[in-house]
């Protein structure tokens, strides 16, 4: 490989392997945050309807810290993006140290008008077409919508936003001891992320209940356009690596193009 090309291309390289040091911390970091005992089994009382709910309930809040590392991955790989298509420009046409924008699109017809506005070589349009940065539809074929968005939300500068999901693996009819019960509902437990919590257990009399439950819980990415809880340090990963792919293809064409 020509000296240039390694040159060149060690930035963008660089802050993939940034973004992944940081998703390898911020993992690691969740991993001692959930097995510190961060969330119980506890008992409300309502004193107006004598109903007793029982609720799995996040005691202890998301570490700032995990923002900002979350944050710093993302920002990390975002920008290899940018960095891959400047170091193709700088080998293949005039070196300048003028930026240029990986083009993230709306659909496969905004990425040709992007990739010709941004005068990138059109000996890269196929490499870069190949990887589809833009959302899927039922308009057209390919497209990744969880990659898109983590690149909008890295373009308009945003915090990542993190939230806690719950599942209750397994659980066991209650045990139930003392007085009398006059109503009681074992739920299906569905977790609340706002309220950091899953009902699990409803009932009205003086009775003291024990469920015993197994759960699971996930650090996932919080934003209103996810359409279902998705893993944090997985859906960083999947950027990250998208990241290196785009990174690796336009950086072998390169190597095609100058040999």
Request: aromatic share 6%; glycine share 4%.
């Amino acid at each position: 490989m020509p000296s240039d090309i390694a040159v060149e291309f060690a930035p963008a390289e660089e802050s993939i392997e940034w973004a992944n040091r940081a998703i390898a911390e911020l993992g690691d970091q969740i991993s001692k945050f959930f097995s510190g005992g961060v969330a119980e089994v506890v008992t409300h009382t309502n004193a107006d309807t004598s109903q007793n709910v029982q609720k799995l309930k996040l005691t202890t809040d998301i570490p700032k810290d995990f923002r900002r590392k979350a944050t710093e991955a993302l920002n990390n790989a975002r920008h290899s993006f940018d960095q891959s298509v400047f170091a193709a420009r700088n080998i293949l046409a005039t070196k300048s140290n003028k930026g240029i924008n990986y083009p993230w699109a709306r659909d496969p017809d905004d990425l040709d008008q992007l990739l010709d506005r941004r005068k990138i070589d059109s000996r890269l349009w196929d490499t870069i077409k190949s990887h589809e940065p833009y959302r899927t539809s039922d308009k057209y074929s390919g497209g990744n919508d969880l990659i898109r968005l983590l690149a909008t939300i890295a373009n308009n500068k945003h915090t990542v936003g993190l939230t806690v999901d719950a599942v209750i693996a397994r659980t066991r009819y209650p045990t139930i001891t003392g007085g009398p019960i006059q109503k009681l509902e074992v739920l299906r437990p569905v977790w609340n992320a706002r309220t950091k919590e899953a009902e699990l257990i409803r009932w009205i009399g003086e009775a003291k209940i024990e469920g015993e439950y197994e759960f699971n819980l996930l650090m996932c990415l919080k934003d209103s356009r996810l359409p279902q809880p998705v893993s944090a340090v997985d859906a960083l990963s999947d950027f990250t690596k998208h990241a290196t792919d785009v990174c690796e293809s336009i950086k072998a064409k390169c190597v095609e193009l100058t040999q």
